[in-house]
Each structure stands twice: as C-alpha cells, then as structure tokens.
C-alpha cells in the first residue's frame, strides 16, 4: 500500500466513522435516557438523506441550507415518535424492540412506496479534491469529518453546561431519582429523541452526498450504529466517538487490503470480543 | 377438571392434526401449499428461538444459524454426494456444534448485550456466507441444490419429492416432531429450572443450579432446531444466498415470538403462523403489503400486550365486565 492510498483509506475511514458517530449518538442518547434501543433510527437517517435531496432537487436550496433543514424536520418527526411509539414503552426491552422494529418496517415501506426503489444521487457538498504533496483528499469527505466534529462538540458541550444537557445526565443515570428531583423525564426523553433523529439526519445527508440514497441505505447502517455503540459502551457519548472512530478506520484501511466484506467481519469480529471480554463496551460502566 | 373437560383438549389436538394431514386433498395449488410450508418453517424457527428466550436471552443469530444448517446441508449433499438424511441431521448438528463453541462465552453476557451480540454473530455468519464465494457462491447464491432423495419402502411407498405435496407432509411432520421435543423439554424440570433462570440468575444460582450449563443447553438446542429448518430450506428452495438470513429475518423471528406472546408454549406458533399467513393473504398489494404486517403488529403490541395468545382471556374479561356492569344497572 503506498502512503497517498493510505492516506485516502485513512481520510475515507474518519469520514465514515464521523458519520457512524452522528448516527451513534443519538441512539446512544436514546438508550441513555428511555433504555430503548432504537432500531428504526437508521431509517431517520435513510428519511434524513431523502429530505435534503428533495429540498435541494425540487426546491432549489443549496446543501448548506437543506443539512439543517432537513435536521429540523426530522428531529420534528422525533416528537411524534417519542410521544406515541416510544413513550409506553420506556424501559421494557421486548415490546420497545418490536415497536422499533415496525415503525422500521413502516418508515421503509414507505420510502419504497413514496421514492421509488432506484438509488438516487446528491449533487457533492464541493465537488473536486485537494491536492497535497501528490496526496489527493477528497473535500466532501473532509467536510463531513469538519460537521461531524462541530456537532459532536456542540453536543458535548449542551451535555456538560446547560441545565437540559445535567437533566439528561441525571435521568440516564436514575430515572426514578430525577424525577423525584423535578425533572420532566418525558421532556427530556422528548429532547432525546429530536436530537437524536436530528442528527441522524445530518448523518443520513452526509452520507447521502457522498455515496446516493436507498430506502434500504438505514438497514446496514443500524448495524453498524449499534455496533458503535456496544463497542464504545451503551449511553455513552465518548464511547460512541471512539468506537465510530475505530469502526470507521477499519471500514476505510482494510477494504483496500482485503475486501469490504472482509472489513466488515473484522470489525464485528473485533466488537464480538471487546463485548466478551468488557461486556459493558469500552466507555461502560455499572 | 371433570373428565369430559380432560378429554376435550387430546381431541381437540388429534382433529387438528387430521385436519392438518388432510390439506393437500381439497387444497389444490402449489402457491397455498408453499406458503403453508413456510408456515412450517417459521413455527420451527419461532418455537426453537423461544427455548433460548425461556432462559431470559434474545437471540438475534436465529437467521444465521438457520444459514449454517442451509447451506452445511446443501454443500454436503452437492460436494460430497452424501445422502439426505444424513445431510439434513448434519445441517441440525453443525449450527448446534457452532452454538456449542459460542456458547460458553456468549452465555455470559447478559440481556440487551446478548441480543446485540448474536445480532453481530448472525451477522458475521452471513458476511462470512458472502465472502467465502469458492465454496458459498456469495451473493450470486448457491444454485441446483438437489432435492431430497427418494422415500422407497418396497413394495409399499415411493415418495419422490416433485411437487409441494410431498414437501407438506415432510414438513409437517418435521414440525410436530420438533414441537414434541421442545414441548417435552419446556414441561419438564429442565423447562421449570430454565424459567427459574429467566426470573432471575442469582436466586436460581444460590439453589445450587448450574446456570450456565442450563443456559447453553437451551442456546444449542434452540439452534439445533435453527439448522434442522434451513436443512429443509436448503432442499425445498433449492437456491441459497446470504440475503435470505439477513438481520431483518432475525428480527422478524423475535417479532412473531413477542407478538405471539412469550409466556405460552403455544404463543410462538401463533405469532408465526398468523404473521406469515395474514400478510400473504394481502399479496397483491405488491408494494405496500408490508403495512399490513405493520398495522398487525402495532395493533398487537398496543392492544394485547401480553401477545396473540391472550386475546381469549382478554375478550373473557371483557364480557364478564360487561354482564357484571348490565347486572348491576338491573
């Protein structure tokens, strides 16, 4: 392998592990705060990426403009699925898992009924590459890793220094004693949630751009969001950033070693046994 | 119980096996009898899935060890020109082999991180299926699987399998045979200890049982049954690629269990049967047939919450509620 191939590998790998981190997050949040594991929200991100197309194809926005547009309305949707999907069924794993399992049905049936099945193209953030030293780097990858880096951070700090982001904590931590305190767990669960689908939208836009959108693009990448998160450990944001990180780097640097299939076992070989031996993932703990 | 009421329930179950036994005579049609078959296959898949579950775990590698039965079966058959007897019990034996090497380690890891980990097993497993195309085929499939062998008693029967009919009593009996073992393990002590398990690890431990053990008994018979139904897959299908023992086929078995309702034996064949009839009767919907699944499943899970199996109980209670209402208005 040269460097500049790997440097590329490397730049395609952080590329896809901010993604993967956008993703994770939020259903990290989600697990966090309504112990439910969202397996619809990949389907967020499919409906995120087919709302910044259409905003860009049919109404003319630019990608700046459709990103947090699109953020908007799917956080929106965020509420409606909070309040009468996710609400009843906090904290039981079971019913919480088929409830996520037919709105994914649902959102996807959907998009196939409503978009069509063919795969369909966004015009690049930036078209063309940077060239450094015989090294080419591709700007849309590189913007991708820039968003996802700002958000994440944007995140941390509503987590750390606002009175929402301390509530979010607290009701992660203990639900029952944060309401005793007089937190809103539902509010908050609310919040969750429309962060959450937010960025996941942001995520699904990103990738959208990159690669093209499919009604079935949510599918493979609930997968790998998962897998983020059990490898950095469930409710945890730096866990989610370090195992989207490492997930992604090995989506970028194996591929050209091997195959891309080939990466993909690796890397959930890789989290079948961080899982065996540190059952609460990386950044875990109870 | 008087003694009518007693012999009311193994009736009841012979006039359903009859029943059962005689579709093939004024079902004509291969298309309503695949589908029954599938049926078949998904009660096996279902009830197999809900012995693992008794132990308090979701196994999300359901789909692949159904895969590692499919195909073990289909290349031991194609490559080696073994029998299919032996290649179908083998199918059974290899995804209950694999489970039994994961198992000791996997076993450990507890709830919402045990789904998780055998939805990456599962996944692995068809990753693996599509990376390994010398032998699998990979996503192009593996094609010309043969069927199974003949059924020659002399002088008695000659079974060849070349239309559904065959396929029907094949599975039909496959799935009661099934049913009993796992009936008969979910009755006995072993069934009691399992469900002692689920209610709780630390108490079952502390009465001296060996937890663990019990919990990989369960695990490999679960996907023993797992791989004897990919076996049949292999054979009636006859093309095999990754993309039928993907994560949403997983899913989709827990689905029918939950929906079913866990706390009966006869829950998961319920929510099998009828989540795979209901949507198939809405065929020609092309499309947008997956609403139909979808508006079963939210009705269920937001009306019936302790599953199909409860609806009885719950229309009982209702009517007794509203005699006791219009008796007390008098």
Not at chain 2, 96 to 122: D, E, K, S, W
Not at chain 2, 273 to 291: A, H, M
Request: proline share 4%.
């Amino acid at each position: 392998m040269t460097l500049a191939l790997l440097a590329q590998s490397i730049l395609n790998g952080l590329a896809a592990g901010w993604v993967y981190v956008l993703l994770a997050v939020g259903l990290t949040l989600v697990f966090g705060i309504m112990n439910i594991v969202q397996f619809a929200h990949g389907e967020i991100y499919m409906l995120g990426a087919y709302c910044s197309y259409f905003l860009i194809k049919l109404y003319g926005f630019s990608f700046w403009e459709a990103l947090p547009l699109s953020a908007l309305l799917v956080g929106l949707l965020g509420i409606v699925l909070e309040r009468f999907f996710f609400r009843p069924f906090r904290g039981r794993f079971e019913p919480s898992i088929i409830v996520a399992v037919g709105l994914m049905v649902l959102l996807q049936t959907t998009a196939v009924v409503g978009f069509g099945t063919s795969t369909k193209s966004m015009p690049g953030i930036i078209p063309g590459v940077l060239s450094v030293s015989g090294i080419t780097l591709s700007w849309d990858r590189l913007l991708a890793i820039l968003v996802g880096i700002v958000l994440v951070t944007a995140l941390f700090l509503l987590i750390q220094k606002t009175k929402i982001g301390q509530a979010m904590v607290a009701v992660s931590q203990d639900t029952d004693a944060a309401s005793l305190q007089g937190i809103d767990v539902n509010r908050i669960s609310a919040v969750a949630m429309v962060v959450g689908c937010a960025l996941a939208a942001i995520a699904g836009s990103l990738m959208g751009s990159i690669f093209s959108t499919s009604p079935f693009m949510g599918t493979s990448a609930i997968t790998k969001g998962i897998a983020v998160i059990i490898l950095g450990g469930l409710g945890s944001i730096p866990g989610a950033v370090a195992g989207g990180l490492i997930l992604g780097l090995i989506d970028g640097v194996v591929p050209p070693l091997l195959s891309s299939t080939m990466a993909s076992i690796v890397g959930f070989g890789v989290i079948i046994i961080v899982l065996l031996l540190r059952p609460r993932g990386l950044f875990g703990h109870e | 119980m008087s003694k009518g009421a007693r012999l009311v329930k193994p009736a009841s179950y012979t006039a359903l096996i009859l029943l059962l036994f005689s579709i093939p005579l004024f079902v004509k049609g291969a298309y309503p009898l695949h589908v029954l078959i599938m049926v078949g296959i998904n009660i096996i898949l279902t009830s197999s899935l809900r012995t693992i579950a008794t132990t308090g775990q979701i196994s999300l590698a359901h789909a692949g060890f159904m895969a590692i039965g499919a195909y073990a079966s289909a290349l031991l058959m194609m490559k080696l020109g073994l029998p299919f007897w032996a290649t179908f019990l083998i199918g059974g034996i290899a995804a209950a082999l694999i489970a039994l090497l994961v198992g000791y380690p996997f076993v450990r890891v507890r709830r919402v991180y045990f789904a998780m980990l055998t939805l990456f097993m599962g996944t692995v497993i068809r990753l693996t299926i599509m990376e390994w195309r010398d032998l699998t085929g990979g996503t192009s499939g593996l094609l010309g699987i043969p069927p199974p062998n003949l059924i020659v008693i002399p002088g008695l029967l000659n079974i060849a399998f070349d239309s559904k009919v065959p396929y029907y009593y094949f599975i039909l009996v496959l799935v009661l045979i099934s049913l009993l073992f796992l009936y008969r393990i979910d009755s006995s002590r072993v069934g009691r200890t399992l469900l002692a398990i689920q209610q709780g690890d630390f108490v079952a431990e502390s009465v001296g049982i060996n937890v663990t053990n019990f919990k990989v008994f369960a695990w490999c018979v679960g996907c023993f049954f797992a791989g004897i139904a990919g076996s049949f897959y292999a054979h009636y299908i006859r093309v095999l690629t990754p993309d039928s023992f993907g994560v949403m086929q997983a899913i989709y078995i827990v689905v029918y269990m939950v929906v079913g309702g866990r706390r009966r034996f006869s829950g998961a064949i319920l929510g099998a049967s009828i989540f795979t009839l209901i949507p198939e009767v809405f065929r020609g919907l092309k499309e947008y047939q997956p609403f139909v699944f979808v508006g079963l499943l939210f009705i269920v899970i937001f009306f019936l919450p302790e599953g199909l199996v409860s609806l009885p109980e719950k229309v009982r209670a209702r009517i007794r509620k509203r005699r006791g209402i219009s008796l007390g208005q008098s």
